[in-house]
C-alpha cells in the first residue's frame, strides 16, 4: 500500500514557475513508476510527466515537454515536478500517481494523492 501527498500548488502569474512534490509513505516507493496528472475543469485528466523507479525512461505530455521537469529522489520517497513558463493552460488540479503502467505514457496507475490546484493567472 501506498500513500501519496501532495504539496506545492498555489497562484502564480504566467510566465512564472512552481514546483510540486509528492511525498510517498510505504517501503516499496522505489518499485513504482511516479506520474504528474492534471485535470482541468470539464476535461479529462491528463498525463503530464513520469518517471521509472530509477530516475529514467521519463515522459512528457506534448504540452510541457520543455518547461517541466519529473525528478525523484527514492532516500526520499518524493517525487517532484519543477514548473516554469506557465501559461494560464496549465491551470487545473495535479496529482501524483504511483504504479506500473505497461508504457511510459500509460495511464494505468495503483496509487493516486489527493492533488493540489495549481491557478496560472494571464
Known amino acids: 500500500q501506498v500513500q501519496l501527498v501532495e504539496s506545492g500548488g498555489g497562484l502564480v502569474q504566467a510566465g512564472g514557475s512552481l514546483r510540486l512534490s509528492c511525498e510517498a509513505s510505504g517501503r516499496t516507493f522505489n518499485s513504482y513508476r511516479m506520474g504528474w496528472f492534471r485535470q482541468a475543469p470539464g476535461k479529462e485528466r491528463d498525463l503530464v510527466a513520469s518517471?521509472?523507479?530509477?530516475?529514467?525512461?521519463?515522459y512528457y505530455g506534448d504540452s510541457v515537454k520543455g518547461r517541466f521537469t519529473i525528478s525523484r529522489d527514492n532516500a526520499r520517497n518524493t517525487v517532484y515536478l519543477q514548473m516554469n513558463s506557465l501559461k494560464p493552460e496549465d491551470t487545473g488540479n495535479y496529482y501524483c500517481?504511483?504504479?506500473?503502467?505497461?508504457?511510459?505514457?500509460?495511464?494505468?496507475?495503483?496509487?493516486w494523492g489527493q492533488g493540489t490546484q495549481v491557478t496560472v493567472s494571464s
Open positions: 518517471i521509472a523507479w530509477n530516475g529514467g525512461n521519463i
Open positions: 500517481a504511483a504504479g506500473n503502467p505497461r508504457t511510459a505514457g500509460g495511464h494505468e496507475y495503483d496509487y
